[in-house]
């Protein structure tokens, strides 16, 4: 499946330039390094590629579309989903009862690789697909290496048992000791296991996106 190999940082770059507030907008796709000076946004707010020149040849005044359209890429740059699958997401997301935009958020953070992010066991969302891959995660006592395998409440995710003894996750179990998962995850510091309660209601799920204008966007 085809997917996004370039620069990441110019993905935070246009999303801030695209900001009505001028508010830095930061997708967190390098983990630790978004939080530091060395961030790109930090650096340079402006957008990547060849910039305007002359006077009078400001920002244009964006439509009603280009507002949908930037919040359904900035909300499927942060999960790291490709257009198709990302479309998959919320038909079958419209299909539920309730509030269609929850239910599309709710399914993207049962994502075992977003799980293995919000646990706090990778640095950026990226790291924990790669991780995925690598088979070195668990569901309910069996290996999945597939990113998008959807966990569901009562399901038990942990770190395959070959892999706590590498050098890489010594570090990663460290990181994660000083950081509290979300409260629809628990989190076993023993045996390396994880339980999902619940799903997480939308006051929950910190991502900073309008999930109605995605809605608004495909109901076209």
């Known amino acids: 499946m085809a997917r996004y190999t370039g620069p990441v940082c110019r993905l935070c770059r246009r999303e801030t ?4 507030t001028g508010e ?11 939080m530091t000076k060395k961030c790109a946004v930090e650096r340079r707010g402006t957008a990547p590629g060849q910039k305007t020149l002359g006077k009078g040849k400001g920002r244009q005044k964006i439509s009603e579309y280009g507002r949908q359209l930037r919040e359904k890429q900035k909300m499927r740059r942060y999960y790291g989903v490709v257009e198709r699958q990302f479309e998959n997401y919320f038909r079958e997301a419209s299909r539920k009862k309730g509030t269609t935009g929850t239910q599309f958020l709710q399914m993207l953070e049962q994502r075992l690789d977003n799980v293995v992010y919000r646990l706090n066991l990778a640095g950026s969302r990226a790291q924990a697909r790669q991780l995925v891959t690598h088979r070195h995660f668990t569901v309910n006592g069996r290996k999945v290496n597939v990113p998008s395998f959807l966990v569901r409440p009562g399901d038990m995710v942990g770190v395959a048992e070959a892999s706590q003894k ?34 997480p209601g939308r006051e929950e799920i910190d991502t900073p996106v309008d999930e109605q204008l995605i809605v608004e966007y495909y109901s076209r």
């Open 17 to 20: 330039a695209a900001s009505k």
């Open 166 to 199: 590498s050098s890489l996750f010594q570090m990663l179990l460290d990181a994660a000791a000083n950081r509290h998962a979300p409260a629809w995850l628990s989190y076993n510091e023993q045996e390396k296991v994880a339980k999902i309660e619940r799903l």
């Open 24 to 34: 830095k907008i930061k997708l967190f796709l390098k983990g630790d390094r978004c």
